[in-house]
C-alpha cells in the first residue's frame, strides 16, 4: 500500500484522543519514509507519537479530561477514556463486537464494551 509521504510541519486531520472528534494535527517528526511518527494537535496540543503508522503513546496537552471508563458505553478507534485502575487511556482498536484495546501509557489492555 503507498501512502502520502508527510514532511514535518505537515497538516493532517487524524482522530484526537484529547478532543474525541477529528482535529488538525500538526506534524513534528517523520520517519525516512515519510511516516508520521509524532504529531500534537492544534486545539489542545495533546502529542501522539506513532511506530509503523500505529499509535503507541500519547501525552495529554491542555485539553479537557477523558470521561470515565464505561463498559455500557460503545467505543470507537481513537477514543480517549479515564480508567480508575490503569489512568488515561485511548482506544486503539475495537477487537471483537464487545471487546476493545485500550493503551494506557505504554501499555494496551484488552477491555469489554457495549456491554448490556
Ligand atoms: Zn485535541
Same mark, same amino acid.
Given at each position: 500500500?503507498k501512502?502520502?509521504?508527510?514532511?514535518?510541519?505537515? @497538516?493532517?486531520?487524524?482522530?484526537?484522543?484529547?478532543?474525541?472528534? =477529528?482535529?488538525? *494535527?500538526?506534524?513534528? +517528526?517523520?520517519?525516512?519514509?515519510?511516516?508520521?511518527t509524532? +504529531? +500534537?494537535?492544534?486545539?489542545?496540543?495533546?502529542?501522539?507519537?506513532?511506530? @509503523?503508522?500505529?499509535?503507541?503513546e500519547?501525552?495529554t496537552?491542555?485539553?479537557?479530561n477523558?470521561?470515565?471508563?464505561? @463498559?455500557?458505553?460503545k467505543?470507537?478507534?481513537?477514543?480517549?477514556?479515564? *480508567?480508575?485502575?490503569f489512568g @488515561?487511556? =485511548?482506544v486503539? +482498536?475495537?477487537v =471483537?463486537?464487545h471487546?476493545?484495546?485500550v493503551?494506557?501509557?505504554?501499555?494496551?489492555r484488552?477491555?469489554? *464494551?457495549e456491554q448490556s
Amino acid at each position: 500500500m503507498k501512502t502520502k509521504a508527510y514532511s514535518i510541519d505537515d @497538516r493532517q486531520e487524524m482522530m484526537c484522543s484529547q478532543c474525541d472528534i =477529528e482535529q488538525v *494535527h500538526k506534524v513534528l +517528526a517523520v520517519t525516512k519514509q515519510g511516516t508520521i511518527t509524532k +504529531a +500534537a494537535c492544534e486545539t489542545c496540543e495533546s502529542v501522539s507519537t506513532f511506530s @509503523r503508522g500505529v499509535k503507541t503513546e500519547f501525552a495529554t496537552g491542555k485539553g479537557k479530561n477523558a470521561s470515565p471508563y464505561d @463498559r455500557l458505553r460503545k467505543y470507537r478507534k481513537g477514543q480517549a477514556m479515564m *480508567h480508575e485502575k490503569f489512568g @488515561r487511556g =485511548e482506544v486503539t +482498536a475495537v477487537v =471483537e463486537p464487545h471487546k476493545i484495546d485500550v493503551l494506557f501509557g505504554n501499555e494496551v489492555r484488552r477491555l469489554v *464494551h457495549e456491554q448490556s
